[in-house]
């Protein structure tokens, strides 16, 4: 499993080489779209901006998978936007997006889950690594 050190350093490298390339490379990873999400930290209350693949979307919803690398914990993005929902979303550069993030029900990840996985089979493999279920979120436009 990565630590958090790990994925730091992932989003810092990622970052990296969207700096060296002037947005050129990076938006893409593993075949999905590549966003930037900044949440609320739920215990500082300070801002948190991290690199997110997006395997689908859902009308005008963005979906993101809480994965964590397969990981039993949730990732702190995702701590972060249960606590604070209204965040802050920016594709390929572009500007930055008012968005509020809520858990899909359990209907709508029965429904999505299957475009996730048919895009990225990654994601089944971590399903079946993690003793939780993992939840996919929701991005609607404010």
């Known amino acids: 499993m990565v630590s958090e050190r790990g994925f730091k350093a992932m989003n810092s490298a990622h970052r990296l080489l969207l700096k060296a390339t002037r947005g050129r490379l990076g938006w893409r990873a593993i075949g999905m779209p590549v966003l930037e999400l900044t949440t609320v930290g739920r215990r500082s209350g300070h801002q948190h901006t991290i690199m997110l693949t997006s395997p689908v979307r859902d009308g005008t919803s963005i979906?993101?998978?809480?994965?964590?690398?397969?990981?039993?914990?949730?990732?702190?993005?995702?701590?972060?936007?249960?606590?604070?929902?209204?965040?802050?979303?920016?594709?390929?550069?572009?500007?930055?997006?008012?968005?509020?993030?809520?858990?899909?029900?359990?209907?709508?990840?029965?429904?999505?889950?299957?475009?996730?996985?048919?895009?990225?089979r990654v994601y089944e493999g971590y399903q079946r690594k993690s003793k939780r279920l993992i939840p996919l979120v929701l991005l609607e436009p404010r």
């Open 63 to 120: 979906v993101l998978v809480a994965s964590r690398g397969g990981d039993d914990r949730h990732p702190d993005w995702f701590l972060n936007l249960r606590a604070q929902p209204d965040v802050e979303v920016r594709l390929r550069g572009g500007a930055w997006r008012p968005m509020r993030a809520r858990v899909a029900t359990e209907a709508e990840r029965d429904r999505l889950w299957p475009r996730v996985v048919a895009g990225n």
